[in-house]
Structure formats: C-alpha cells, structure tokens
C-alpha cells in the first residue's frame, strides 16, 4: 500500500520479539513478513561488514532506496496498513534503521538478561529448519545468495560440533567483547548488553509518539493491556475482542527461569557492562544478588 506504515520492533535475541510480531499480526490491517527475519535485506550493500553493527555513514542512497522498495512492495502484497519487522540484529545499529525509515514507529522490548541468556543457549543449539532457511532465502539479494548459503552451512556445521566458541544470533563488533576466550554464555551476554544499549541510545533521542517500550515480563503477565496500550500509543483503533484474541496464546511460564542458572561468565559480564542498563529497565539489583 502506497501510505502503509512501518513499525520496527528492536529487542535483543530471545527477548519475546517473535512473540509480540506474531500478536500484533493477529490484528486487522497488521502483517509482516513471511519469514522470521530479513537481515540480508538490511546488510544489502554491506554483505562483507564484518559484524551486524552496520554505522550509518555506510548507508548510500541507492541502498536506502533498495531496503524502502522492498518494504514496500511487502506492503502491496500483503495489502496492510501496518508493515511490522523484526530483525534482532537491527539493535545493533538502530541508527542505520532510523536513517533508513525516519518516519517509521518503534517498539523496544526487553527481557531480563538472565531468562534471556538461557533461552539463546538453548536456542544456539537447536536444528534449523530447512523451510525456514528456504523461507528466508527469498529476501536474500541475488548476487548474495551463494556467500549466503555457505554461511549459514558453517554455521550449521560449528553448531553440530558442539564447538564451545561458535556464536548464535547478531554478530558483534570485535572491540566490545571481553579479551580472551569468550564463552557462549559470556557472549549471549553482551549480545543482550549492546543490544539493549544501542537501542536505548538511539530511541532516547526520538520524539515520544514514535516510540513504545515494554518489558517481556509485563506482555507475559497482563498480555491485554500491553497490547492495548501499544495500539493505543500510535493511535490505531483496534477493537477489543480483536486484542484478547490476538494474546490468547500468551502465558508467563518461561519468566524468571534464568535467574538460577545463569553462570559464572554471563554473570560476569552483566556485572561490570549491564548493571545501569539493568536497573534502568526495572531488573533493579539483580546482577548484584
């Protein structure tokens, strides 16, 4: 549709952003994209950049252009008022996405790091679905397909090695990591720590009608209300019985399982890089416990 609008949800790995698109798509006049992310889409121009921080002065017109004309010709398939996206490693480079879509709404979610640590390690060494990478691979550019697929066979391979170093989720930048080994856990870690805080960053310095933020714990516990309060905020009206059957799937029973089996290195790093981030999103005191 020629005047869809664009609603990009920023969370890091494992923070409910696949929970909350799905819900929100439930809605009348909402759809999104057929697959669970387009981070090819968003590394268009930049395939070879080394980490998913993408910065800004690397975003050239004609790749802008690109990106906007495939969000909208989603839009016309999908015949939607709403074009929601979701790609994790956008929070890695908020201010590329903004530069991007200055007009489009935001929507941060955040998950307590503990709970989300355990969820990307679990997550790290699950089988992938061949449809899944099938589904994606439409929305890969085609002078990229082939560096692409063999990418994600590596990656296949180091998972099913069960090397203990091998990374899951966005690729972060080399000077942000702890020196020496980095653990799975210590890098989910700080995935969730440069995640949170870029986003942050960014979202702090846009006017507050283009920007919603919720907790995890909150959509898991009053699913209703999140969502109403999230439509409301951008003034969609969406009748009620729409929103309690969008949530009805919605339950909290993964909430609060992290807190004790995070190890040594993930509490680690939350400690000495996350302990303002923390308290800032309400998790008050707990990389202290």
Not at 54 to 71: C, D, E, G, M
Not at 79 to 99: F, M
Not at 245 to 269: K, L, N
């Amino acid at each position: 549709m020629a005047n869809h609008q664009n609603l990009i949800i920023l969370g890091a790995p494992r923070s409910g952003t696949n929970i909350f698109r799905d819900v929100l798509c439930r809605l009348p006049g909402f759809a999104t994209w057929p697959c669970d992310e387009i981070n090819q889409l968003w590394r268009i121009g930049n395939a070879r950049y080394p980490d998913d921080a993408i910065p800004v002065s690397r975003l050239n017109s004609t790749v802008r252009r690109r990106i906007r004309s495939a969000f909208r010709r989603q839009a016309a398939v999908r015949g939607c008022d709403v074009l929601v996206e979701k790609t994790c490693a956008n929070c890695l480079r908020p201010n590329y996405v903004r530069a991007c879509f200055p007009d489009a709404k935001f929507i941060q979610i955040v998950r307590h790091p503990f709970d989300t640590v355990l969820s990307t390690l679990e997550r790290r060494m699950a089988r992938r679905d061949l449809r899944y990478l099938l589904k994606k691979a439409r929305f890969v550019p085609l002078e990229e397909l082939p560096r692409t697929t063999v990418r994600s066979l590596l990656s296949r391979s180091a998972r099913g090695g069960m090397r203990a170093n091998c990374q899951w989720g966005p690729v972060l930048p080399r000077d942000v990591l702890p020196t020496g080994h980095t653990t799975p856990s210590a890098y989910a870690a700080m995935q969730w720590t440069e995640c949170v805080k870029r986003t942050d960053d960014m979202l702090d310095s846009l006017p507050s009608e283009q920007v919603c933020r919720i907790r995890y714990e909150d959509l898991a516990r009053c699913p209703e209300e999140v969502l109403a309060c999230v439509v409301s905020h951008f003034d969609h009206e969406v009748a009620r019985e729409h929103v309690e059957s969008a949530v009805v799937e919605i339950h909290d029973r993964s909430v609060g399982r992290g807190r004790e089996s995070v190890d040594s290195d993930a509490f680690t790093v939350l400690t000495q890089h996350a302990t303002e981030i923390m308290c800032r999103h309400g998790y008050v005191g707990d990389a202290d416990d």
